[in-house]
């Protein structure tokens, strides 16, 4: 596994994160991962389940996605696609399963656990496959989750969240697709400047911080209210006050790059941090948390970082965000007064 993608799955014990790792990380390979992903949560916590107990929710959320953005199978048409293409016309859902059950299965739950140039350890996976009896045998970590419902949909939504974006880039062509915050939207801007709203940025930058606020490191919750303590906000890292001189250095300060997700006491509290640069140790993590969108896939957040910084790669990025920071560092950066355990 490569090391950033490493230092994020082994920072944490929750059973989440093997999933949070898989869905973030793995391979974006005609959009599966993220159909089994959702067939898998639709699921009640049990000891096994049939292969064909999943085909159809699985099947379905292929063609829904397969209808709102053919692009994504990149390698062309194939069996499948053409019989998503008939089913438009006739609705034959028998004739599209049946064709379907000689295709989904043939890699994706082999390829499930692949992350990161690796797989992640046997401890944390989630499904263990039969292939003679067409089962797969689930693990504890994966009926952790299904058994927590809060817990389900916030990974249901932040797999929907990251397969949107990966659609996105691939159905307007985005190379490089650069994505921005702008007036409490995430958008992307297509080489003809036409913006195409994305889901939250809340949704698709939550994982990386495994939920946690940025600065503070308190849970937070997606689905709480704007005036509860811990509503996700979004923040410009370097703060708009230092517009001018980041786009002098070649950067886009309302580039993906400079966003975290923030509880709203850090934010815009009484002790917030509003237009005052954070502390280095900040900085660090932010760069850190960059360095892991370079090792997503071309298709999502790794482009949109390198291009809204005007880099092509991490030793440039990390040159980049050091004179980005040197040029707004003041002499005591802010930091919150109080701290929750990683």
Same mark, same amino acid.
């Given at each position: 596994?490569?090391?950033?993608?490493?230092?994020?799955?082994?920072?944490?014990?929750? *059973?989440?994160? !093997?999933?949070?790792?898989?869905?973030?990380?793995?391979?974006?390979?005609?959009?599966?991962?993220?159909?089994?992903?959702?067939?898998?949560?639709?699921?009640?916590?049990?000891?096994?389940?049939?292969?064909?107990?999943?085909?159809?929710?699985?099947?379905?959320?292929?063609?829904?996605?397969?209808? =709102?953005?053919?692009?994504? %199978?990149?390698?062309?048409?194939?069996?499948?696609?053409? *019989?998503?293409?008939?089913?438009?016309?006739?609705?034959?859902?028998?004739?599209?399963?049946?064709?379907?059950?000689?295709?989904?299965?043939?890699?994706?739950?082999?390829?499930?656990?692949?992350?990161?140039?690796?797989? /992640?350890?046997?401890?944390?996976?989630?499904?263990?496959?039969?292939?003679?009896?067409?089962?797969?045998?689930l693990t504890d970590?994966?009926? !952790?989750?299904?058994?927590?419902? *809060?817990?389900?949909? +916030?990974?249901? !939504?932040?797999?929907?969240?990251? %397969?949107?974006?990966?659609?996105? !880039?691939?159905?307007?062509?985005?190379?490089?697709?650069?994505?921005?915050?702008?007036?409490?939207?995430?958008?992307?801007?297509?080489?003809?400047?036409?913006?195409?709203?994305?889901?939250?940025?809340?949704? +698709?930058?939550?994982?990386?911080?495994?939920?946690?606020?940025?600065?503070?490191?308190?849970?937070?919750?997606?689905?709480?209210?704007?005036?509860?303590?811990?509503?996700?906000? #979004?923040?410009?890292?370097?703060?708009?006050?230092?517009?001018?001189? /980041?786009?002098?250095?070649?950067?886009?300060?309302?580039?993906?790059?400079?966003?975290?997700?923030?509880?709203?006491?850090?934010?815009?509290?009484?002790?917030?941090?509003?237009?005052?640069?954070?502390?280095?140790?900040?900085?660090?993590?932010?760069? =850190?948390?960059n360095l892991f969108?370079?090792?997503?896939?071309?298709?999502?957040?790794?482009?949109?970082?390198? +291009?809204?910084?005007? #880099?092509?790669?991490?030793?440039?990025?990390?040159? =980049?965000?050091?004179?980005?920071y040197k040029n707004?560092?003041?002499?005591?950066?802010?930091?919150?007064?109080?701290?929750?355990?990683?």
């Amino acid at each position: 596994m490569k090391p950033i993608v490493r230092s994020y799955y082994n920072n944490s014990d929750d *059973a989440l994160l !093997a999933l949070r790792t898989i869905v973030l990380f793995g391979n974006n390979v005609s959009t599966y991962k993220f159909a089994l992903t959702n067939a898998l949560l639709n699921r009640n916590s049990s000891s096994e389940v049939k292969f064909s107990e999943l085909r159809d929710d699985f099947v379905k959320e292929l063609y829904f996605h397969y209808s =709102k953005c053919p692009d994504q %199978w990149v390698a062309g048409k194939n069996s499948l696609t053409e *019989a998503f293409d008939r089913y438009k016309l006739d609705s034959d859902w028998e004739t599209l399963i049946n064709v379907a059950e000689r295709n989904i299965y043939n890699n994706v739950f082999d390829a499930f656990h692949n992350v990161g140039g690796s797989t /992640i350890q046997e401890k944390d996976i989630l499904f263990e496959k039969d292939s003679k009896s067409k089962k797969l045998f689930l693990t504890d970590n994966l009926n !952790a989750i299904l058994e927590n419902h *809060a817990l389900k949909e +916030i990974i249901k !939504a932040e797999n929907q969240s990251r %397969w949107n974006v990966v659609e996105e !880039a691939w159905k307007n062509k985005l190379s490089p697709n650069l994505l921005e915050y702008i007036d409490g939207d995430f958008i992307s801007i297509s080489k003809e400047n036409e913006r195409v709203n994305l889901r939250s940025a809340v949704t +698709i930058l939550f994982p990386y911080q495994k939920g946690k606020c940025f600065y503070c490191n308190k849970q937070m919750n997606q689905n709480t209210s704007k005036v509860e303590d811990d509503f996700p906000d #979004v923040d410009h890292f370097l703060p708009h006050s230092y517009a001018t001189r /980041i786009e002098l250095l070649g950067a886009n300060i309302n580039g993906v790059w400079n966003l975290v997700i923030s509880c709203k006491e850090c934010n815009r509290g009484s002790q917030g941090k509003f237009n005052a640069p954070a502390e280095k140790t900040y900085f660090e993590k932010l760069l =850190k948390r960059n360095l892991f969108f370079t090792e997503e896939h071309k298709h999502s957040l790794k482009n949109s970082v390198l +291009i809204s910084l005007g #880099v092509k790669n991490t030793f440039e990025l990390t040159s =980049k965000m050091n004179l980005l920071y040197k040029n707004t560092e003041i002499l005591v950066g802010w930091k919150p007064k109080t701290l929750y355990d990683e």
